[in-house]
Structure formats: structure tokens, C-alpha cells
């Protein structure tokens, strides 16, 4: 009991510490990503002046929300349930930084598609704006992905709100799944 | 024909396509999860308007966000009105963007070279999605 009591307060300073506009763990159904971005929305009117920067950190936080949406992998431990391994199953957090805007996101994917993914995240990280603007335009004219999954558009399009490099990590979570977590740090 | 008239919500665009005037809007946002279902009816529509269109068609788009899983359904929608074009009809693209917003301006600028449709880009001073 006094261990739960006390791992609430930590969480509390934690959150507090990091400066957490927002932070969401559990399936992430349409209408919850809509209220989701509605609560993003306004907070970013009362603390974010500039309206440019506004719209770039939402559009950042759209894409990730819905990649989580689109993107979700096998379930772990947690699959217990006969619906929750096909559900979308994520963590969210969005957070202020010294220099803009962080939005982290997390969730479980199937192992084999890691390499996969990671070369699409190294090549993004590899180009400059106009190089980023110019794969962009050249995956949405050529029609080879699938707007249901939007899948290699979404990485390339956050990066380019993001100005900056896509961070990453892959942690190994069982024998067919790995953990995904993404930072992207929104430059205001 | 009927016109198609769709209510704007939090992620969906306010939709209205006039087949008389060849006044087609897209206001607002669009950022479903599911693009390719809000779509669908839109671009069927386009493609029952494309047999019997109006000498003068303008598509104004007027968004405030969209998101990547859109970016391809505005471009089929954007590709439905080439033929209409070809066929000697004049098609005309209004792209509106808010003032400060070089990404919708750039987005603008994207799909007017992947497009065969002569493009206007307007400058707004914000978007008004009703």
C-alpha cells in the first residue's frame, strides 16, 4: 500500500519534472485520439504563442498518435484479453523542452519488421530539408504506399515539422515482438 | 446530379460540391485515422460529375491541417479532375493557406507539380472550417 502510495507521488514529481503536458498509456480508439488532440489543441493555445509552432507540434503529435494507431504490434503480457491483441496499444507523452517541444511515443511491433523500419528511420535522418521534401512529394506522386496505412509518409512528414533528427530505439520485448520508442523534438 | 454537402467535425473537412456552379470546397481539417472511408464518397461523386461537368470547375481547398494518411486522398481527388480538364473543360485548383503557414503553402506547391491542374495559391488570414 505505502509503495503504491509513494510510486504515485514519484510519478507525479516525475511528470512534474519533465514538464508533461500530456501523457496517455492504453488503446488508443479514434474517439480517444480525438480527445486527445482536442486537449493538445487548446493547451498549445494557452502556452505556445507563436502559431506556426502550434500547428507543427500539433501535426507532429496527429501523425504519431495515428501511427500508433495504424502501427501497433503483437501484444505481450498483456495480451491476455481475446480483443487486445489486435487493438491499438500505445503510450503517448508530450512534453516541454528548453527549445520547443518533445512528443514521445511507444509501442510494441513485431520483430521482423524492426530492420525494416529502422533503415526507413536511418534514411530520414540521413537528409536535409530540401532532401526530405523531395522523397515526400516523390512517395506521394509514385501512389506505392497505402493511404490506410500511410506507413513511410507519416516518418518522413514528422521529421520535416520536426527540423530536426528522428530519435529512436529498439528494445527487444519477447521472442516476436520489440519495444519502438520515438522522440521527436519540435524546435520552436 | 446532387450536391454533396458533408458537415465539418474535428477531423473531417466541411464538404461541398455544387455540380451546377462546378464549385467544389474542402474546408476545415482533415485528419481521420481512416482517410480512404471519409474519401470514397467524395471521389465517386467526382467521378458521376466528371460524365456531365460544368464548363467551369474550381476545387478550393482551404485546410488547416491534413494529415499523411489524407495527403494521398486529396491527391486521388486531384486526379479525378485531370480528365475532366483534358476533356476541354477549364479546372482550376484554389489552394488558400493562413498567412504564416509556409508548410500548407509548400504542401500546395507539392501537389501542384505532381498535378496536371493549373493551381492558384491564395493567402488567408485563418481558416474558417464551417
Redesign the interface.
Known sequence: MADLLDRIHDLYDELERHRVMLSFKGILA?EL??AL??LVERKLVGMEPD??AR??V??VV??CL?NL??HHGPMGVEGDGPQSAKDPHGVVMIARTDTGYSVLTGNLMAGQDVDQLKGHLDRINSLDAGGL?EW??AK??D?T?S??G?GG??MI?IA??SGGKLEYAFVPYDKDSSFFSLNVNVNT | MEPLYLEGS??TPHVHFDPVTGMLELKGRS??????DFYKPLIDWIDKYGRQPSAKTSLHVQL??F???S???I?DVFKRLEPIRAAGNEVTVLWHY?A????ML?AGE?YS??INLPFKMIQIAEVNGD
Do not use: M
Request: hydrophobic residues 25%; negative net charge; proline residues 7%.
Open positions: 479514434p485520439i480525438t488532440l482536442g502559431p506556426k500547428k507543427r500539433f501535426n496527429v501523425e495515428q494507431y495504424h521534401r515526400y512529394r506521394l506522386a501512389g504506399y493511404a490506410a500511410g509518409l507519416g512528414d520535416r515539422r | 474535428p477531423k485528419i481521420p485515422e481512416n482517410s480512404v488547416e491541417y494529415n499523411t494518411s495527403s494521398k486522398c491527391l493562413e504564416d503557414d509556409e508548410d509548400e507539392d507539380g505532381i
